[in-house]
């Protein structure tokens, strides 16, 4: 498995941003060819948001990377693929 590990900056005023993702970036998400979960987290106290989404592959991970497109009002700082090497 890989993941697709997202870091972004979120606006003063987040509540579309959060509603974007929620109806529609998360949807899209899971239905990409070999999604197998994902972690949207908003960091407490701070304009910062991550994301982990797991994929059962390393080219299913690195085509959903390429595709990503993020919330309006979001910025991102960093996309990364890595390999899953544990999970619990």
Avoid at 12 to 21: F, I, M, N, T, V
Avoid at 63 to 72: K, L, M, R, V
């Amino acid at each position: 498995m890989h993941a697709v590990v997202v870091r972004a900056a979120l606006s003063e005023d987040d509540s579309a941003s959060l509603a974007e993702l929620r109806e529609k970036v998360v949807p899209m998400v899971s239905q990409a060819p070999g999604f197998v979960t994902g972690y949207w987290v908003r960091l407490d106290g701070e304009r910062q948001g991550a994301s982990v989404i797991v994929f059962d592959s390393e080219d299913n991970a690195r085509s959903a990377a390429d595709q990503f497109q993020p919330p309006e009002g979001v910025t991102l700082d960093s996309v990364a693929v890595g390999e899953v090497v544990a999970n619990a």
